[in-house]
Structure formats: structure tokens, C-alpha cells
């Protein structure tokens, strides 16, 4: 036992590191540990061992080949095969198994990527950049080509990350053959299809999940270009590699970081392989300037750039505390998981604990590799692809995206690593129940079609919900006119995109004047307005994510009769301007005021029917964007109570004065010094709420100008 025991290499065995990367992830991710706790297991656990590895592995020299060259081991061409099914029908499965149906519903963000398709169906017109983030519109365009394609709203936003998502692992597997064994490509590929962070981004309608399928294409063209031999060849790639690169500004905002690293590595390339590289750099400058012209005229037209600045520090007063307190959530989010933020994994990091292992070892294979790879590009790319979520004041986890590919790329080297000095019969055993342990952990926790088991029946989802009873409705009687967005304020668009094949009242191939129905979503305190107008509506209680707190909204269905077709056809032109009005506000930057969208707001009054409901609604959309305008942009000159009274006194004259809206009204004259108007108002609500003592309250209260209220 002794004489075993001194055979023993303790300097390097990376199984024995794994182990206890493993077992430390495993305590920083399960375990409910302080934050003292958390950073001695880090310092022990991880970091201590990583330096001991990087300083006792062996170095690989220039006349060695490189590990991550080096087959892990024999398969069989049938193997391979076999493989490869395997994988395919693993995508097939996690990403298509809610395919084409509402179970696969749009998220709030992702259907205002979405909600462009529906003018352009009309009238299609190029437009640079969507959403008050200016995200570039490459995913709008690719849901309105399927949605032409198709007729269907549910493909149409359900197909575009599935062939993202397929495409990225075929590239990045097809570039990885260029680097990296085929060993480590399949292991490379399987993390592209199994994965949480590579399944997670296969299903949100977001332009973030284009980044890691650019950084694939330029990785494979760059590997394309430096194999290349004839100088024709060469000329054809450097032009093709600049236009790669000048496709970043199509997919995120954060594309500018990598494309400079990738711009030096590009030049670098040229100037080492080519006998001509200043020629060549000249093509790259011109393919480059070919991908970039459309974008840079949407700049120019556009004005963009105001939301960069609204959600980053440059420039702001920020405490290095907090920059550092930012850069280990973004580096933690990777292996061990973060606290609040937008697309956060569950129960760890994106990589799982055993992926996680995986990666600290192949950074310290890399390291090894120190003599054969410039490692310090290795490390400023990471650096570099961090600053996205670091140089922001808050987490999102889709700014850093661009870590994707390298980080399952070094993941796959850590795997090869972790069986490096096991035998070759059992290591097909070990890396296949390592591989099948990973696989079930993330598919366990991964937020993929597959894993979502409700149906509109069953949702908490509002609108989901709504859609149900809608397309139920739809089935039996045909269209009908969807009245979905007479709410003053919303975010979530999913449901007047979904419904779009079946409502009258926005697509312009159903004929409005033969629909049999009728149906509004609303604010629930428009029931009694309604119900009067049309006393055999039904009503439909939506349910919320807490039993104990009712929605705020009602959906109303309603038969349509011979005399009430023409009001509901009014309404149908009311909701198109309401629906415009909606995009023009959606387009609208971050930062800038919303001047233009009150002015053609204000433009369009005259045009409102005097419809109680119709007025009513356009009243409280008048008083969202106004108080808005007022709070944010208090500079803004033109947006004025002097502009906009007129309006607001005849749309409420001329609306549903119930308690809510009086009570509304009240609070907006008292925010303008209008004591005297306030209180009559306030009476007026407790005239139709005696005894309501929230009301009596704020009829004291009305006294003296207060400081101007938030609606």
C-alpha cells in the first residue's frame, strides 16, 4: 500500500480537481450559506486549488500536440452516426415539443419584438431598429418573412429561435473541427444541444440569442481563412470574414466589444498568413463596410444610441464598489448562479456543477497550452465580453451572451481534461454517465417548451387565459372583433398578437361586417358601463398569480346584433390608432420624450366617436401619457396643461364618470394647482362611494398644492 501510495502523482491528477470543484460548487449552489461562508468555500474550494493546478500541471511545449488536439478516443464511423441521431433528436425533443401551439406562449419583451409583424403585414417598410431599446430588427423581420410564410402567429415567433438555436450548434460544431479534435467538437456540440444556457436562449423571441451565432460565423470564417492556400481563396475570405464582422450591429447592442477583439484577431490573421496583408486588410475594411452601411444609415435616421446611455455608468458617478460588486454577480452567474436580474438560471449558474468543474479545467488546459496559444487574447476576450453586464447598473444575463460560445468551448476542454489520465476502457463509461448526469441536471432546471405542462385552462397568465376562451369562441362562431388593448397602459402584447388570425378588427383579410362577436379586455370597473350598453354580454374573471388579489382586468364577450355592429366597427378604427399609437410609443428611445406621440395623440381627438367607452379610454390613454411626459421630462415645453385640458375636460365630460375616473381626474387638477376643480370632483366620487374614506382623505388632503403625483 505504501510503494502504491508513493506512485501516487499528486501533482496533477484533474480528476482528483474536479472532485473537489464539484463538491465546492455543489456547497455554493444547494447549500444556504452567508456570504463570509460563500467566499472562504471560493477561496478554498476553488481558487486555492485552480493557482496549486495552474503551478504543478506540466506544461505542453511547441514540439507536443496540444491536449484539446489529441483524440479522447476511438468511435467507429456508425458510432458517430449514432451520435449525431442522438443529438438531433435531443434538439427535436427540448426545442419543438410545444411547437405551434399556445403552450409556448410570448413573453411581455418578446412580443413587442413580434408586434412589428402585424403593421408590416399591411405595409411592409424597412425599419433599423425596434422597441424603446433600439434593439436592431433583425428577429421582427425574421417573424414577419415566417408569418408570411406560415399564417400562423404561433410559428411565426416560435420558429426563429429554433433555427437560431440549430444553427449556432452546427456552426459552432462545424467551427470547432477547425481548432479542436472531434472528440472535443462532439462534446462541444452536445453542449450547444444540452446545456441550460444553450437551451435557455432556444426559445425567447430576444435579438440577444443572434450573438452567439455571429461569433460562431466569424470563428468558422477566420478558421476558413487561415487554412486557405491560393491567394484568390484568401482574397474571397478576408472580404467574407470583414462582412462577418460587419453583422454584428443586426444582433445586440452589446456586438461592439467583441467586434474589436475580433477586428484585432482578424488583422492579426491576415498580416501572419498572407504574403499580401495589406491588400487583404483593405478587403476586410471593405466587407466590413458592406455589412455595416445599412446599419449606419439606420443611425443616421434613427437617432440611435439613447438607450446604450440610459442603462450604462459611463459617464454617471458610480462607486468602484459597485463595479466590482457587479463583475463577480456577471462571473458568478456563469458557474454558481446570482440573486435578482432578467433570465436568470435556476438552482446554480449556466453551467451546472459538474459543467462548472469542467470549466475551471479547461482554463487550467489552457494554460498549460500557454507556449502554443496566445493566451493573452484568450484572457482580454473574456474580459472584454464581460463589460456589456459589468459597465450596466443592473443584471442581464443576455448583454454577456457573447460568452457563450468560448465558455462551453473551454467547458468541452475541461471534460477531456477531467478524463486525461483515466484508462481508455473506462473513460467512454465515465464521460458517458458524466454527460448524462449534466444532461438531466439542466434539463431539469432549464425554462424550455418541454418542461411547460400548462394549458390556457390552467395559466395564471392573463392573457394566455384570455386566448382559450377567445380561440374556443372563434372555433364554433369564426372571427370575431377583438377588442384587446382598451386598457390604458400595457407592456404585454401577446394577446392581440395571437389572436390576430381570428380578429376582424386588425387583420384586413377577415371582413369585419360579417362577425357573429364581440370581445373586450378591460379595466373590470368599465363592467357596469358595458353591461347596460349590452346587457347579454359575459364576463370572464381572470386569475392572477395570487389567489387572494383579483385582476384588474376583465375580458367581455358580446354577441353582435344588427344594431350594435356600427358602434363596434367605430370602435375597430378606434383600436388601429390605439394599436399605431402603441408603436409609436414602443419606438420611442429610452431617454427621449414622448412630445411627437402626444401631439399626434392629441391630433387625433377630433376622430374619437362620442362614445362613452371610446372617450373614456382615450381619457385615461391621454392622462398615462401625459403624467408620464410631466414626470419624466418635466422640461419638456410643449407638453403643457395649457395643450392638453381642453382635451381631458371634453373626454371626461363626455365619458364614464364612475368612481375611479373622477377620483383619477381629481388627483391629475390637484397636481396642476386646480384645487377648487379637484375637490368638486372628489364630491362628486363620494357621491357615488357615501362613507369611502380613502376618498374623505384625499378630499382633506386637497388644500395645497402637493408635490406633483406619478399616475
Request: aromatic letters at 16%.
Amino acid at each position: 500500500m505504501i510503494k502504491n501510495m508513493k506512485n501516487f502523482n499528486l501533482t496533477y491528477q484533474p480528476w482528483v480537481y474536479g472532485i473537489l470543484f464539484t463538491f465546492s460548487n455543489a456547497i455554493l449552489v444547494y447549500a444556504k450559506l452567508s456570504i463570509v461562508s460563500q467566499m472562504w468555500v471560493v477561496l478554498f474550494g476553488v481558487l486555492l486549488p485552480f493557482i496549486f493546478a495552474v503551478m504543478s500541471a506540466p506544461v505542453i511545449y511547441t514540439a507536443e500536440t496540444p491536449s484539446y488536439q489529441k483524440e479522447m478516443f476511438s468511435v467507429s464511423a456508425s458510432g458517430w452516426k449514432w451520435a449525431a441521431l442522438f443529438l438531433i433528436a435531443a434538439f427535436l425533443v427540448t426545442r419543438c415539443a410545444k411547437l405551434g401551439t399556445p403552450n409556448w406562449w410570448l413573453g411581455q419583451d418578446d412580443a413587442l419584438m413580434a408586434l412589428y409583424t402585424l403593421p408590416w403585414l399591411q405595409a411592409w417598410h424597412w425599419k433599423a431598429f425596434v422597441t424603446l431599446g433600439q434593439d436592431p430588427s433583425t428577429l421582427s423581420h425574421f417573424c414577419y418573412a415566417v408569418f408570411k410564410l406560415t399564417n400562423s402567429a404561433f410559428l411565426s415567433y416560435q420558429v426563429p429561435p429554433i433555427l437560431i438555436s440549430g444553427c449556432t450548434a452546427w456552426l459552432a460544431y462545424l467551427a470547432s473541427r477547425h481548432y479542436f479534435s472531434k472528440s472535443i467538437s462532439f462534446l462541444v456540440l452536445f453542449l450547444f444541444v444540452l446545456s441550460d444556457w444553450a437551451m435557455e436562449i432556444s426559445w425567447p423571441l430576444l435579438p440577444g440569442i443572434l450573438m452567439p451565432l455571429w461569433v460562431c460565423l466569424f470563428f468558422y470564417a477566420l478558421a476558413r481563412f487561415r487554412q486557405a492556400k491560393k491567394v484568390k481563396v484568401q482574397r474571397w475570405l478576408a472580404l467574407s470574414m470583414g462582412l462577418v464582422l460587419g453583422l454584428g450591429p443586426y444582433t445586440f447592442f452589446a456586438w461592439p466589444v467583441f467586434f474589436i477583439w475580433a477586428a484585432v484577431v482578424a488583422v492579426r490573421a491576415v498580416i501572419r498568413q498572407t504574403s499580401q496583408p495589406a491588400f487583404n486588410i483593405v478587403l476586410v475594411i471593405l466587407g466590413m463596410g458592406a455589412g455595416l452601411t445599412p446599419f449606419l444609415a439606420g443611425v443616421v435616421q434613427e437617432h440611435y444610441g439613447g438607450y446604450l446611455l440610459s442603462i450604462s455608468e459611463i459617464g454617471k458617478d458610480f462607486g468602484w464598489v459597485k463595479r466590482v460588486s457587479m463583475t463577480v454577480e456577471y462571473f458568478s452567474v456563469l458557474v454558481w448562479g446570482s440573486g435578482d436580474g432578467s433570465w436568470i438560471p435556476s438552482q446554480g449558474g449556466f453551467l451546472n456543477v459538474l459543467l462548472a468543474s469542467a470549466f475551471f479545467l479547461g482554463w487550467i488546459e489552457l494554460i498549460r497550452c500557454r507556449r502554443l496559444l496566445p493566451l493573452v487574447y484568450f484572457a482580454a476576450a473574456f474580459i472584454f465580453l464581460l463589460a456589456p453586464g459589468v459597465l450596466s447598473h443592473d443584471m442581464e444575463t443576455h448583454r454577456i451572451l457573447l460568452l457563450l460560445p468560448g465558455v462551453l468551448a473551454v467547458t468541452a476542454i475541461g471534460i477531456y481534461a477531467l478524463f486525461l489520465n483515466v484508462p481508455v476502457t473506462s473513460s467512454v463509461v465515465w464521460l458517458v454517465l458524466f454527460l448524462a448526469g449534466s444532461a438531466l441536471i439542466d434539463l431539469s432546471r432549464a425554462n424550455v417548451p418541454l418542461n411547460w405542462s400548462e394549458t390556457p385552462a390552467q395559466t395564471k397568465n392573463e392573457r394566455l387565459f384570455s386566448y382559450g376562451i377567445l380561440k374556443t369562441i372563434a372555433d364554433k362562431k369564426g372571427p370575431g372583433l377583438l377588442f384587446n388593448e382598451m386598457i390604458p397602459n400595457t407592456k404585454d402584447y401577446s394577446l392581440t398578437y395571437c389572436s390576430y388570425g381570428f380578429n376582424a378588427a386588425l387583420n384586413p383579410h377577415l371582413p369585419p361586417e360579417k362577425a357573429q362577436w364581440a370581445s373586450i379586455f378591460t379595466l373590470n370597473h368599465y363592467v357596469p358601463l358595458l353591461r347596460k350598453r349590452f346587457p347579454e354580454l359575459r364576463c370572464f374573471n381572470l386569475p392572477t398569480s395570487d389567489k387572494n388579489v383579483a385582476s384588474a382586468h376583465v375580458l367581455v364577450w358580446v354577441p353582435i346584433t344588427e344594431s350594435s355592429r356600427p358602434v363596434f366597427l367605430q370602435w375597430a378604427a378606434f383600436q388601429q390608432f390605439q394599436l399605431k399609437n402603441n408603436l409609436e410609443v414602443i419606438d420611442t428611445p429610452s431617454g427621449q420624450p414622448l412630445q411627437k406621440v402626444i401631439k399626434n395623440f392629441l391630433d387625433y381627438y377630433p376622430s374619437v366617436p362620442k362614445d362613452a367607452f371610446l372617450q373614456s379610454c382615450y381619457f385615461q390613454r391621454l392622462g398615462f401619457l401625459y403624467s408620464s411626459e410631466r414626470s419624466f421630462f418635466p422640461q419638456d415645453d410643449w407638453t403643457t396643461w395649457g395643450k392638453c385640458s381642453p382635451v381631458f375636460y371634453s373626454s371626461f365630460n363626455l365619458g364614464y364618470q364612475n368612481v375611479f375616473l373622477c377620483e383619477w381626474f381629481a388627483k391629475l387638477l390637484r397636481s396642476e394647482g386646480k384645487l377648487d376643480e379637484s375637490r368638486r370632483l372628489f364630491k362628486q366620487a363620494l357621491k357615488l362611494s357615501p362613507q369611502n374614506t380613502w376618498l374623505e382623505y384625499e378630499l382633506r388632503q386637497t388644500v395645497a398644492p402637493p408635490p406633483r403625483e406619478t399616475f
